[in-house]
């Protein structure tokens, strides 16, 4: 009788047993693959985030006249720059009209204000524009143009007198407040808003949505300028991972240029 070739029932059981290790291993690598990848992929989400953000805070905080600049902690307020301009003469008396140089653009005039050095005043000062002091009044108009014997002009819609001169002789025009608030884990921005001696916190008016995933507590710190330094505002927060299991620390430094 011949002889019969095949499998024995051990042989095909450790087959299977070894094909069931195999096919495990390659499930778990290929699990951790995608886990890796997909971590990988929000790192980066969260990275680029915080690149946004700070580009955009460090873009707003750049235009702030530098001793409009305050914080709370959480929240940090300042006065955006909108034009810059020379002035020809300021007298010591009550002005409605400023004669300038004229503006490289024709600046917006609603809802804007002239300052002038304003150094050795309170920050509250410069939101009030109480009469005598280094902020006006609201501006009226602005005749840009400059033909001879007729200076180009800035109009107020009441009389001040600044309490001081600028030693370059420089004129800044400012906006309206803007504010960066932590509420929670949303990071606001405010503005369109009316300013006031005491930074509001928050303001009240509808903000937009910089951020939506800050952890833990935002640090905005202001450090006034000197003789050796322009002012610094330093901000740092963290963004949190969608599953709550990491973080991104965000940090960095802007630079205000001091204006005379």
Do not use: K
Request: glycine share 6%.
């Amino acid at each position: 009788m011949p002889r019969q070739s095949g499998y024995t029932l051990i042989e095909l059981i450790m087959v299977i047993v070894l094909l069931s290790i195999v096919a495990t291993v390659s499930v778990r690598f290929v699990g951790l693959s995608t886990q890796g990848a997909l971590d990988t992929s929000a790192r980066q989400l969260r990275a680029l985030q915080s690149v946004v953000i700070s580009e955009q805070l460090t873009r707003d905080l750049r235009e702030a006249f530098p001793l409009s600049v305050r914080s709370t902690g959480s929240c940090i307020e300042w006065l955006p720059m909108e034009a810059g301009t020379s002035y020809l003469n300021l007298p010591a008396t009550e002005v409605s009209q400023i004669e300038i140089a004229e503006f490289a653009q024709p600046p917006v005039v609603s809802n804007r204000r002239v300052v002038i050095y304003g150094y050795g005043t309170t920050t509250g000062d410069i939101y009030t524009g109480a009469n005598p002091g280094p902020v006006s009044s609201l501006i009226s108009g602005v005749n840009n143009t400059a033909v001879p014997g007729s200076p180009a002009t800035i109009s107020l819609s009441a009389s001040h007198r600044f309490t001081s001169t600028s030693p370059a002789r420089r004129l800044f025009l400012v906006g309206e407040p803007v504010s960066i608030c932590q509420s929670g884990r949303f990071l606001y921005r405010y503005s369109g808003y009316a300013p006031t001696s005491t930074q509001p916190d928050p303001p009240p008016v509808t903000p937009e949505v910089l951020a939506a995933s800050v952890t833990g507590t935002v640090d905005f710190r202001f450090l006034p300028a000197t003789l050796q330094r322009a002012a610094v505002v330093q901000f740092t927060f963290d963004l949190l991972s969608a599953d709550g299991s990491e973080t991104t620390t965000v940090s960095q430094e802007v630079q205000i240029r001091n204006v005379p």
